[in-house]
């Protein structure tokens, strides 16, 4: 299509418009205009054996010299043609290239867009696995927009259109989504006057990048269509709804440039695609052909494609824009019969989408040929389609020029050529871009193209018009697809529907009417779905516009009228606490903090009937202590609810589950059950260390005394690990409080300051027989275990560090420095000892888990009933909880575990002794985690 022509059906847009919005009931459109035809155009003889009749036609008149019309693209006796095929993309290429042509785009595995000799275009599609050749198809066509009224003032400052709030757009934009981060593709037609103006006025922001090309070539987006003001009101309206997303415009003239221009868009990260414009037919009508394959391939780019179902429907009021039936012949004269005696069919003349029949992938399809005339008696005749539909064209007759002055009424008649495989049962089909046809008809008008779309991330959007309404628009394209024709289901279309004829500051005082309105409603909400991160493919942002955002109208259900219902966003924020429902841990209670202690909450879903909201706000036991948030004392601990017996006790210290009747004493009284309050006295030494000497209560703060009168306290015993009652717990004659190391007797002081521990040699404080100190670790040669380990065996299992210790000590150096291993058992091997090794990650060392049965190499349960894995998962359910593995604790506590009993799991310690401190209290912060 070249740019000329795209100028030309501009200015018939403009004549049709005014006709469509004046002339409500043209009076040449009527049935009592009936006629049959009484010429049979013969399809013209010709040597040039060409499927296409345009294309066989111009070759004769260029074989003679003669000039050609505007319908057909000569450059350099070189006719632009789209070549269907079904090759690789070099081997096509290689094709044309070697006939002396020049490629200009493709569809990959579909069409290639060239220049190519006319003298070789025999030759070209004659080759094997050429299918058709055929002048480009004009792809991308502005939509015909029904007439609409005044809504806004012109150049009255900012308009916001009513889609914005009709969709909820304007609550999403109160908690901050705005579409940021999103990119929206545009295909359209833009002036750059136009454009400015609204920029000017906030309406749209400036370009993020544009594209224009036209045939391959490149072309100056703003200047293509002088007076454009499709594309510009289509960006007010994706701006209205997501005024945070960037904007890229692109303007089209083929399929193959639309390629391109998808290509371009997936280049700058563009998510989403917005295209409100019609083309002639190039399928069947079930989601396959050309322009669906661009589709495709944008989703599979990961972009979400919206299309305009097309405004060729009516509520009965006038006339629509579709026409539908079957082959009939009453008087088997070869013409179609519209109607009983009526082999004419008047039309508005625009653009005209095509006719096309159900022979697609037919082995033998019928051939019929299209005529137009200008007069309702057939008497004037203007031209006629003649491809060969058993040469190879497909079942399309496309080149159908109609006479735009006068009434604009022109008449439609479709002649039996070949029979083929039988007229019985062909369904036919004709549409026009929104004029009047005389036999109309509204199911299956929104089966054209793009708008029959198949694609998982590619929807159809019809009208709700008037905008504040809940009716479909008399305009808005109906489904079903022809899916049905082709052995298939019949799919519904449009998918879903959006408000029309709304605001708008380019097209003021008028609204900008028509499902090229609605179809950037939907893009612009999807923008707002993607930037809150409720989907992210298109596959995803379609679901969830059709599952979450479509409020059904009309008939109860899904229909081919408004698909799945009117686009409408659900609530973003119910409680109005400016978090977004789908982050919300209460997302009908009012929360700023949103916090959930517990982590129970699942943003956005309500529990089940028996459970509770997961977030703080309104989750009626924040702790899981199993007592209500307003009874307990301390909502967020669990170790603390409720002292129902008055016993001073807190009912949940020692479990974290209110049972008064195991709560015990709390002599201090602290609030905590003596049983599992690990510090009776709360004098800082545990109960489980007062408890092993005589010198020392649990009952009474002691920690400041110093019973055995070494210099240490109580306090200092404790943390130092030394005896509170023996004033010289390692017996080296040196009293603790001034013992360099009062655990060991080889270490106690340096007297005479020769750096070498006077106790080294005989564990007795002798300076004169301390010697020399060869690793400086403060302990003599002759006495040190390890003399040449400045640590000097720091956990003390005997082995060494580094080598050179003195005999009974054997091996080489310690598996773990740190951490006694007397034995040095490596479970793996792997180097690193099992009293250290960490083999699973699951925070239990090799060592306590091979002596507690479980598995160091896996850090979690693999099968109930097998003890394999994670040690705190006492029953094996791959959660740590405190009705399945801390209530266990209940009855052992201070009991031996005993072996091969099954509680040995309890003792996490190894010290043969179930207590809280050394094993219960392991549970703290653990409850609530999980493993897999």
């Known amino acids: ?117 006319f003298d070789r275009l025999v030759a070209l599609e004659s080759h094997a696995g050429v299918q058709f050749v055929r002048p480009p198809l004009e792809a991308n066509v502005p939509i015909l927009p029904p007439s609409g009224e005044a809504t806004a003032p012109q150049n009255g400052g900012s308009v ?29 037609y833009f002036d750059e006057t136009v454009w400015n103006d609204a920029q000017g006025a906030g309406e749209v922001p400036a370009a993020a990048g544009t594209f224009c090309q036209c045939d391959g070539s490149a072309c100056n987006i703003w200047t293509v269509v002088p007076d454009a003001q499709h ?48 083309a002639q037919y190039d399928g069947p009508g079930d989601g396959t052909g050309p322009i669906a394959t661009v589709i495709d391939n944008a989703v599979a780019d990961g972009m979400v494609w919206f299309n305009s179902a097309g405004n060729n429907a009516n509520d009965g009021s006038y006339y629509g824009s579709y026409w539908r039936g079957q082959w009939a012949d009453a008087n088997a004269n070869d013409w179609l019969d519209f109607a009983p005696g009526d082999e004419l069919m008047g039309f508005g003349c625009w653009f ?137 289901t019949d799919r519904m279309k449009p998918d879903i529907s959006a408000a029309a004829c709304v605001a708008s500051f380019t097209y003021a005082p008028g609204c900008f009417n028509g499902t090229s309105a609605a179809t950037p409603a939907a893009a612009g909400a999807a923008a707002l779905i993607i930037e809150a991160g409720l989907a992210t493919t298109p596959a995803q942002v379609k679901t969830y516009l059709l599952s979450n955002a479509a409020v059904d109208r009309g008939a109860p259900g899904p229909d081919n009228v408004f698909g799945e219902g009117e686009l409408v966003l659900g609530s973003i924020d119910a409680d109005g606490d400016t978090v977004p429902d789908h982050v919300d841990t209460c997302p009908e209670t009012y929360d700023t903090g949103n916090g959930d202690y517990d982590g129970d909450g699942v943003p956005g879903s309500q529990p089940p009937p028996s459970a509770t909201w997961g977030g703080d706000a309104c989750d009626a036991d924040d702790d899981n202590d199993t007592v209500l948030d307003g009874d307990d004392v301390d909502p967020l601990d669990e170790f603390a609810c409720q002292d129902l017996d008055a016993d001073t006790c807190d009912d949940c210290s020692v479990l974290g589950v209110a049972d008064p009747s195991d709560d015990g004493p709390d002599n201090e009284p602290d609030g905590l059950c003596d049983d599992g309050d690990p510090d009776d006295d709360n004098d800082g030494p545990l109960d489980t260390w007062e408890n092993g000497y005589a010198c020392t209560d649990k009952w009474t703060a002691d920690a400041s005394d110093d019973d055995d009168t070494d210099g240490l306290t109580h306090a200092q015993e404790y943390a130092a690990a030394t005896h509170p009652c023996d004033p010289d717990t390692d017996d080296d004659t040196v009293l603790d409080g001034t013992d360099t190391d009062p655990l060991d007797p080889y270490v106690c002081q340096d007297v005479d300051s020769d750096t070498c521990d006077d106790c080294s040699v005989l564990g007795v404080a002798d300076p004169s027989q301390d010697g020399t100190d060869a690793d400086s670790d403060g302990a003599c040669d002759a006495g040190d275990v390890c003399t040449n380990d400045p640590d000097d065996d720091a956990d003390n299992d005997g082995i060494c560090v580094a080598s ?79 009705v399945g593995d801390a209530l266990n604790f209940r009855d052992r506590i201070g009991a031996a575990p005993g072996d091969p009993e099954w509680w040995q799991r309890l003792d996490f310690n190894m010290d043969n002794d179930i207590t809280v401190v050394g094993d219960a209290l392991l549970f703290a912060g653990m409850i609530g985690e999980g493993c897999t």
């Open 352 to 488: 005209i989408n095509g006719v096309r029949w159900s022979d697609f992938g037919a082995g033998s399809p019928t051939d019929y040929d299209v005529c137009v005339f200008d007069d309702p008696a057939g008497e004037t005749l203007i031209d006629c389609s003649f491809n060969d539909q058993t040469t190879g064209a497909p079942p399309l007759e496309l080149d159908l020029p109609c006479n735009p002055g006068g009434d604009a009424v022109d008449y439609l008649a479709i002649n039996l050529w070949d029979a083929g495989n039988g007229t019985s049962g062909d369904v036919l089909e004709f549409m026009t871009n929104g004029s009047p046809v005389e036999y109309w008809q509204n199911p299956y008008s929104a089966s054209g193209p793009a708008s029959d779309t198949a694609s998982p991330g590619g929807l159809s959007i019809g009208a709700v018009d008037p905008p504040l309404g809940i009716e479909i628009a008399p305009y808005s394209s109906q489904g079903p697809t022809n899916d049905g024709l082709y052995g298939g």
């Open 804 to 882: 050179g210790y003195l005999p009974p000590k054997t091996g080489d150096n310690d598996n773990c420095p740190a951490d006694a291993n007397p034995g040095q058992e490596d479970f793996e091997p792997d180097g690193i000892g099992d009293a250290c090794d960490h083999s699973d990650g699951d925070d239990f060392v090799d060592a306590v888990e091979l002596y507690l049965a479980t598995d160091p190499l896996d850090d979690c349960t693999d099968e109930i009933g097998v003890h394999d894995a994670w040690p705190l998962d006492i029953n094996m359910d791959k959660g740590v909880t405190v």
């Open 1 to 117: 299509m070249t740019l000329a022509r795209l100028l030309a059906l501009f200015a018939a847009l403009l004549i049709v418009s005014c006709f469509s919005a004046e002339a409500q009931q043209p009076p040449a459109l009527t049935h009592e205009d009936a006629q049959v035809v009484d010429i049979q155009p013969a399809r013209p003889a010709s040597s040039v054996a060409l499927a296409s009749g345009a294309l066989r036609s111009a070759v004769e008149l260029l074989e003679r010299g003669q000039a050609l019309g505007p319908a057909i693209d000569v450059v350099d006796s070189k006719i632009r043609v789209e070549v269907l095929h079904d090759l690789g993309s070099s081997e096509i290429s290689a094709v044309i290239t070697d006939l002396g042509g020049t490629v200009e785009g493709e569809v990959e595995g579909v069409l290639v867009q060239a220049l190519v000799p």
């Open 160 to 188: 916001v259109g009513e889609e914005v709030a009709k969709t909820n757009a304007d609550q999403w934009h109160s908690v901050g989504y705005t579409g940021a981060g999103v990119r929206v593709g545009i295909v359209d």
């Open 231 to 278: 594309g510009t009101a289509v960006s007010e309206i994706i701006h209205e709804m997501a005024p945070g997303a960037q904007l890229y415009l692109a303007t089209v003239c083929t399929v193959s440039d639309l390629q391109d221009a998808v290509d371009y868009f997936d280049t700058q990260g563009v998510d989403i695609i917005s295209r409100s414009l019609t």
